[in-house]
């Protein structure tokens, strides 16, 4: 195959991997793997982000049991709490094995897999039971692929949460902003959006509002969301502020720069800014950041920064 990794299972991403067993012979354990995910740093991804292999095949060599536990049967009680209604014995030799072999009657659903100690590893697991837990010991293990399938599901669907504040008539009170970005079709409420999908939440006396984009700047979903707050509701932050200026060059999403005490009076000018001025990093704040010196947007400010725009559209 094109790509192999030997003993590196940390470069991996095992969760909500599907293994399907190949075979088990000459004590080597063969496993086909879809949805697992390789790290960015990993010697074997040419990209820059965390990637989905598009299938893979894992040896165990040298496979040996150690144990095998079936995850302990709940169920709730009169008030609704979880309670113990089974457990079942740790199995170990050829009992263990059996178990875990059973287990492969479909497929196993892997929440986790690691290395132990210097001889063990654990897979936390969903097969023929709703969770087991095995610990084995092997002498390598074998990674192969040939082609890589997308970004990791995690790379296509992020979220953040940063603080923020928001001006009411009470004062001005504190919050989570929530960010959701999807660089991936995805259906909201039954409809196909078609990607990029970006929305931005936060909660506002019990209650979640959210307004949607598509600016993976982030840009015009928090103006929209801003449009769904109650009346004289504001965001107040840098985003919403009259110095905080995106950079003309090319902007990342969620940073802005405080021109507070600059001539800002035109794009020129923040271009000449940002040509001139040799600490332009320190001038660097997140959208949500806020000090004293912030001032609301309005017309008669000249800002470059679209949220006024959105505000507006």
């Not at 790379?155 to 989570?176: N, S, W």
């Not at 409809?191 to 909660?203: D, F, N, R, S």
């Not at 940073?255 to 020129?268: N, R």
Request: overall charge negative; proline content about 2%; some cysteine.
């Amino acid at each position: 195959m094109k790509y192999i990794s030997a003993n590196k299972i940390s470069d991996f991403v095992f969760h909500d991997a599907v293994f399907e067993l190949t075979s088990f012979k000459n004590n080597d354990l063969t496993v086909s793997a879809q949805l697992l995910n390789i790290h960015k740093t990993a010697e074997q991804n040419p990209f820059d982000a965390d990637m989905e292999i598009n299938k893979a095949k894992i040896t165990f060599k040298n496979f040996r049991i150690v144990s095998f536990k079936e995850g302990d049967c709940k169920t709730r009680n009169e008030n609704g709490e979880w309670v113990i209604k089974k457990t079942f014995d740790t199995l170990y030799s050829k009992e263990a094995l059996d178990a875990f072999i059973n287990e492969f009657e479909d497929s196993l659903t892997v929440y986790y897999l690691g290395k132990e100690n210097e001889n063990e590893y654990m897979i936390d697991a969903m097969g023929a039971s709703p969770y087991f837990t095995v610990i084995f010991g092997c002498s390598d293990v074998i990674i192969e692929w040939d082609e890589y399938r997308k970004k990791a599901w995690y790379e296509l669907h992020r979220q953040y949460k940063f603080p923020v504040a928001l001006a009411t008539f009470e004062g001005d009170i504190k919050t989570d902003l929530h960010i959701i970005c999807h660089d991936e079709d995805v259906y909201c409420q039954g409809q196909l959006e078609k990607a990029p999908v970006i929305t931005a939440g936060l909660k506002y006396k019990d209650k979640e509002i959210w307004g949607n984009g598509k600016d993976t700047l982030w840009v015009d979903a928090i103006a929209d969301l801003q449009k769904k707050l109650p009346e004289k509701i504001t965001l107040k932050c840098c985003l919403t502020c009259r110095f905080g200026n995106m950079c003309p060059f090319g902007n990342k999403a969620g940073e802005v720069f405080c021109t507070k005490g600059k001539s800002v009076f035109s794009k020129q000018d923040v271009c000449n800014l940002f040509d001139n001025s040799a600490d332009m990093e320190k001038l660097s704040r997140s959208y949500t950041d806020i000090c004293e010196n912030f001032e609301a947007q309005t017309k008669e400010h000249y800002t470059y920064n679209d949220f006024l725009y959105q505000l507006e559209k």
